[in-house]
């Protein structure tokens, strides 16, 4: 499926980041495309219909195709369009891309983003105003090109989370979430363990209470508090990155973007050979091309890419 130049001069840790990274991004997105016949549904509703949902079925209320990704997917590619065509971050360019690709119409979109990006239409304000009912997970789900760019540098991760959240939800519990979980990708990528990442949530969990996620509730819906916990109840508890995206989107609730941000931080953690084949084969062509060019080139914008040595020779 992917193969790397073996010419290219590439020291250990800049090879190191760049796998992870790339794994990453394809593992997000292929828990979207997994989760996203089961969105909606039940844990029950999922076991009645599929037994366990291992494969990449399509279908579900917005009727996809095996191996199509959603809004999770589609708008965290509008944040990595911009930053790489711009060179360097952009929060203007960033709205603009959601504009563009609110324009075409996508076939999914939550009533949170569709308000900011409408308001950045009209107003040309880079910030929504602060709103208690925009505790979604709509930012929180375009977190891994955010890590990427920022990796290797703590304050322009928790500046740039934010910033991008803000476009569309401005809210304390998403800017929380949005922070720790990039922190908790630019740490997996770095090849940490699972016990320094508990920590990271260990801390989240002792400024913000509400993210406690033992005993776990079972709830899975795109509040981004059962998000935060359904992600890190399944992480903790899963061996490799296939059981914690199929343990996360077999929760049900709000499949695909459980299963996307489960699977970035496990492919991050796990890295591009836990990546299932037959997943990866069904993946859209289209949107796997375009992750694999551009996550490298997030990795080379990086304060950590600066000062690496790092290529992208990957081949789709």
Same mark, same amino acid.
């Given at each position: 499926?992917?193969?790397?130049?073996?010419?290219?001069?590439?020291?250990?840790?800049?090879?190191?980041?760049?796998?992870?990274?790339?794994?990453? +991004?394809?593992?997000?997105?292929?828990?979207?495309?997994?989760?996203? $016949?089961?969105? +909606?549904?039940?844990?029950?509703?999922?076991?009645?219909?599929?037994?366990?949902?291992?494969?990449? !079925?399509?279908?579900?209320?917005?009727?996809?195709?095996?191996?199509?990704?959603?809004?999770?997917?589609?708008?965290?590619?509008?944040?990595?369009?911009?930053?790489?065509?711009?060179?360097?971050?952009?929060?203007? !360019?960033?709205?603009?891309?959601?504009?563009?690709?609110?324009?075409?119409?996508?076939?999914?979109?939550?009533?949170?983003?569709?308000?900011?990006?409408?308001?950045?239409?009209?107003?040309?304000?880079?910030?929504?105003?602060?709103?208690?009912?925009?505790?979604?997970?709509?930012?929180?789900?375009?977190?891994? $090109?955010?890590?990427?760019?920022?990796?290797?540098?703590?304050?322009?991760?928790?500046?740039?989370?934010?910033?991008? !959240?803000?476009?569309?939800?401005?809210?304390?519990?998403?800017?929380?979430?949005?922070?720790?979980?990039?922190?908790?990708?630019?740490?997996?990528?770095?090849?940490?363990?699972?016990?320094?990442?508990?920590?990271?949530?260990?801390?989240?969990?002792?400024?913000?209470?509400?993210?406690?996620?033992? $005993?776990?509730?079972?709830?899975?819906?795109?509040?981004?508090?059962?998000?935060?916990?359904?992600?890190?109840?399944?992480?903790?508890?899963?061996?490799?990155?296939?059981?914690?995206?199929?343990?996360?989107?077999?929760? =049900?609730?709000?499949?695909?973007?459980?299963?996307?941000?489960?699977? =970035?931080?496990?492919?991050? +953690?796990?890295?591009?050979?836990?990546? $299932?084949?037959?997943?990866?084969?069904?993946?859209?062509?289209?949107?796997?091309?375009?992750?694999?060019?551009?996550?490298?080139?997030?990795?080379?914008?990086?304060?950590? =890419?600066?000062?690496?040595?790092?290529?992208?020779?990957?081949?789709?």
């Amino acid at each position: 499926m992917f193969k790397v130049d073996k010419r290219a001069h590439v020291d250990a840790e800049g090879n190191e980041v760049l796998t992870r990274s790339l794994a990453s +991004f394809l593992g997000f997105a292929l828990g979207d495309a997994l989760g996203a $016949p089961a969105e +909606f549904l039940t844990a029950g509703e999922i076991k009645a219909r599929y037994g366990v949902l291992r494969e990449m !079925a399509g279908g579900g209320w917005l009727r996809l195709k095996a191996g199509q990704v959603t809004d999770d997917t589609e708008m965290s590619l509008c944040i990595a369009r911009a930053v790489c065509r711009s060179g360097c971050w952009d929060l203007s !360019a960033i709205a603009g891309q959601f504009v563009a690709w609110l324009k075409t119409r996508p076939i999914d979109v939550g009533d949170t983003c569709r308000r900011g990006i409408r308001n950045f239409m009209l107003t040309g304000r880079l910030e929504t105003s602060p709103n208690t009912w925009d505790g979604g997970n709509g930012a929180l789900m375009r977190m891994v $090109p955010v890590a990427l760019v920022t990796q290797g540098n703590d304050e322009q991760l928790d500046l740039r989370a934010v910033e991008q !959240a803000h476009l569309t939800h401005n809210h304390e519990l998403s800017d929380a979430a949005c922070r720790c979980y990039g922190r908790l990708l630019q740490l997996a990528i770095e090849g940490r363990s699972k016990s320094r990442l508990r920590r990271e949530v260990d801390s989240l969990v002792g400024e913000y209470p509400v993210f406690t996620f033992e $005993p776990y509730r079972g709830l899975a819906s795109g509040y981004v508090v059962d998000t935060m916990q359904t992600v890190c109840h399944h992480f903790f508890r899963g061996r490799d990155f296939e059981e914690c995206v199929l343990a996360a989107v077999n929760q =049900g609730g709000d499949a695909d973007t459980n299963g996307a941000i489960i699977g =970035g931080l496990a492919g991050a +953690f796990y890295g591009l050979e836990s990546l $299932p084949a037959r997943w990866l084969k069904k993946l859209d062509r289209r949107v796997m091309r375009e992750i694999v060019e551009l996550s490298g080139k997030l990795v080379d914008l990086s304060p950590m =890419g600066k000062t690496c040595k790092v290529s992208n020779t990957w081949q789709v």
